[in-house]
């Protein structure tokens, strides 16, 4: 993407994050974090987001995202049931991405868990590889649970074919950073899938500060096609926007059969 209640000073601390960094992605940059300086390179990249007060954890958290996918466990996984459908999205230039906010209504479920998607934004390169190899863009779908759990499904994006539903944002991205289109467009977030759902699956963190942990992620095997014309378009906005990959740790991960 900690929420359940604890006597200790540490976990309520690390609840109240977690809640923060829900909001952050729910709502977009406000209040202190809209001010805070973090940015892709330079001084405030990221190797010094854990600098930053209320950023530690980029630094200091040990389930970090994003990662090479590496020495994958096929296991029997559960398939992710989508359930997405054409809503009205708003869409949002944060400053750091192009984002498009979703109401209720969408929705995933993983074995007995139900996610709800709340928003999907883009990254150039890709912030995932594959052993090794990173691709031109990917779009990470963040989904939150009731109880608060974040699940992000990652599609990897290649060029080839133009991406209708990539198509359709980029002719309402706001002009200006910090700007938002409310109800712009209608989105069916489906048209972003492959036909494929094979999927690999990690526990990690958002990739932008605050980094906090406890995120499900599920990384789409089956790349999407988009047009060099439609990544050239959004290079135009954000060149690099992509978190280098951080140490696998003890983690495992498991490729769905």
Not at 38 to 51: D, I, K, L, M, N
Not at 84 to 106: E, R
Not at 153 to 163: E, K, R, Y
Not at 198 to 206: D, E, H, K, P
Request: aromatic share 8%; hydrophobic share 40%.
């Amino acid at each position: 993407m900690k929420r359940e209640l604890s006597r200790s000073v540490a976990p309520a601390r690390a609840g109240c994050a977690f809640v923060a960094a829900v909001l952050w992605l729910v709502a977009g940059p406000s209040g202190a974090e809209e001010h805070a300086h973090w940015t892709y390179e330079g001084e405030h990249g990221p190797a010094h987001w854990g600098e930053e007060k209320g950023f530690e954890t980029c630094k200091l958290g040990q389930r970090q995202t994003p990662i090479d996918i590496i020495a994958a466990r096929k296991a029997q996984l559960a398939p992710i049931a989508f359930a997405y459908k054409p809503s009205p999205a708003t869409v949002v230039d944060n400053g750091h991405t192009i984002q498009v906010k979703l109401p209720p209504g969408n929705h995933i479920t993983v074995g007995d868990k139900v996610f709800e998607l709340v928003q999907f934004h883009f990254h150039r390169p890709s912030e995932e590889k594959v052993k090794g190899k990173a691709f031109a863009m990917d779009a990470h779908l963040v989904h939150q649970a009731a109880d608060g759990k974040l699940a992000v499904v990652g599609v990897l994006l290649q060029p080839g074919a133009a991406s209708t539903l990539v198509g359709e944002v980029w002719k309402t991205i706001p002009r200006g950073h910090g700007e938002s289109l409310p109800g712009a467009i209608t989105v069916d977030p489906s048209k972003l899938l492959p036909t494929d759902r094979a999927y690999y699956t990690f526990t990690g963190s958002l990739t932008t500060p605050p980094c906090s942990e406890g995120v499900t992620w599920f990384v789409l095997k089956t790349p999407v096609e988009v047009s060099k014309k439609q990544v050239a378009t959004f290079a135009k906005r954000y060149p690099h926007n992509a978190r280098p990959v951080q140490p696998l740790g003890d983690r495992g991960i498991s490729e769905s059969e």
